[in-house]
């Protein structure tokens, strides 16, 4: 398999997923900005909506939108309990989770990294975001992840855009709960691992 990612950027979550789950693959660079891979081929010639992250199956086929592809690594690895078996409550909890931090949060962030985007539009999205940061303070009471007692691939979805909230000057000070949790996934030695491949740690 290959996962094409640009550091830092959501691809970092399938990348954690990956490394969580023990399966082999290759990372494969693809930067947002030029679109191109390392060797200079044209991103858009793999992925023409040219974001990232894709999963390039051993066959060729190819998977996008980060949701689809961690539930489908973790359907790959199913004693890593990455997710809950298919069909069960639980699992269906854990898609409520990846809908929720991808339409409340991911995209919520997306217009900050925008770099015509206007100061005062951005401080409204920064305003929704502690919002949602202090309803998953709640959330994350008594609990060591976000599904409870086990790591799911949303703990690694949440973890990758709560990362954004340095360069976006969004304050989760507040939150001790989400501060706990956020320190606990980065301890993970797999976090580690992903983000030292994407040269997000030294």
Not at 108 to 123: G, L, V, W
Request: charged share 20%; glycine share 8%; hydrophobic share 35%.
């Amino acid at each position: 398999m290959k996962l094409y990612y640009s550091p830092g950027a959501c691809s970092l979550s399938p990348h954690i997923a990956l490394r969580e789950a023990g399966l082999a693959f290759e990372p494969v660079l693809a930067s947002t900005k030029s679109h191109k891979l390392q060797d200079g081929t044209d991103y858009y010639g793999i992925n023409p909506l040219g974001y990232v992250p894709m999963l390039e199956l051993d066959d060729g086929t190819r998977l996008r939108e980060g949701p689809a592809i961690v539930q489908y690594i973790a359907d790959l690895a199913p004693n890593k309990n990455l997710a809950p078996a298919s069909g069960t409550l639980s699992r269906y909890r854990l898609q409520e989770w990846l809908t929720f931090i991808g339409t409340e949060m991911h995209k919520t962030y997306s217009p900050m990294f925008n770099p015509n985007m206007p100061e005062e539009a951005k401080a409204i999205f920064r305003t929704k975001l502690q919002s949602r940061y202090e309803w998953l303070n709640g959330e994350l009471e008594g609990k060591d992840y976000l599904m409870g007692e086990h790591f799911t691939v949303a703990d690694g979805y949440l973890f990758t855009v709560t990362n954004w909230t340095k360069p976006t000057g969004v304050d989760i000070s507040p939150y001790a709960n989400v501060q706990a949790w956020h320190a606990r996934i980065g301890a993970r030695p797999a976090v580690q691992e992903a983000m030292k491949t994407e040269g997000l740690l030294k």
